[in-house]
T-cell receptor
Framework: RKEVEQDPGPFNVPEGATVAFNCTYSNSASQSFFWYRQDCRKEPKLLMS???SGNEDGRFTAQLNRASQYISLLIRDSKLSDSATYLCVPHLGYGQNFVFGPGTRLSVLP | DGGITQSPKYLFRKEGQNVTLSCEQNLNHDAMYWYRQDPGQGLRLIYYSQIVNDFQKGDIAEGYSVSREKKESFPLTVTSAQKNPTAFYLC?????????????FGQGTRLTVV
């Protein structure tokens, strides 16, 4: 089993739609979790940190289920500018490394 | 302005040459990382460092070397032993504390072997 698995996508959705991405991780010792977005040929940028069962930031909601080793990202009222690849990133804790998922590509269509 | 700076943005290398990619941060971050990304692929860890004068190999360290002589700097050398070096190289830094483990990326260096 891969360390991090994500919906392969691509997801093509109309503006205003709600879309959800799923991510599973294999290492139960993972301490913290992040969602990054990466635009084409650019660096990843931190979208959200997920430290407890989940949190919300505007149109974005992240959920964490440690028992199932599952993380999700929900985007409401999609904008054209949301088009990007979304990376699920567990972290093993202080002094350890990040494990980047392969990413899920989202295209929001006018 | 605080941030993490990679240079150059584009780099061309002849086969058999060593090249060094620069990564500097003024965020007072303890942790620094180097990743490689190939087209359509995810990020793979080359090396990381949690403290000055110490660094650890990542998943694909062969053909690469690093140093961490200063907190602000974590240069990556791509040696001639790296057989397929053409890729997008990303440097990241983070606070590296128990409470805050997130990482922030530089704009990357695109290396092409000609």
């Amino acid at each position: 089993r891969k360390e991090v698995e994500q919906d392969p996508g691509p997801f093509n959705v109309p503006e205003g739609a709600t879309v959800a991405f799923n991510c599973t991780y294999s290492n139960s010792a993972s301490q913290s979790f992040f969602w990054y977005r990466q635009d084409c040929r650019k660096e990843p940028k931190l979208l959200m940190s997920v430290y407890s069962s989940g949190n919300e930031d505007g149109r974005f909601t992240a959920q964490l289920n440690r028992a199932s080793q599952y993380i999700s990202l929900l985007i409401r009222d999609s904008k054209l500018s949301d088009s990007a690849t979304y990376l699920c990133v567990p972290h093993l804790g202080y002094g350890q490394n990040f494990v980047f998922g392969p990413g899920t590509r989202l295209s929001v269509l006018p | 302005d605080g941030g993490i700076t990679q240079s150059p943005k584009y780099l061309f290398r002849k086969e058999g040459q060593n090249v060094t990619l620069s990564c500097e941060q003024n965020l007072n971050h303890d942790a620094m990382y180097w990743y490689r990304q190939d087209p359509g692929q995810g990020l793979r860890l080359i090396y990381y460092s949690q403290i000055v004068n110490d660094f650890q190999k990542g998943d694909i360290a062969e053909g690469y070397s690093v140093s961490r002589e200063k907190k602000e700097s974590f240069p990556l050398t791509v040696t001639s032993a790296q057989k397929n070096p053409t890729a997008f190289y990303l440097c990241a830094s983070g606070p590296g504390t128990v409470a805050h483990t997130e990482a922030f990326f530089g704009q990357g260096t695109r290396l092409t072997v000609v």
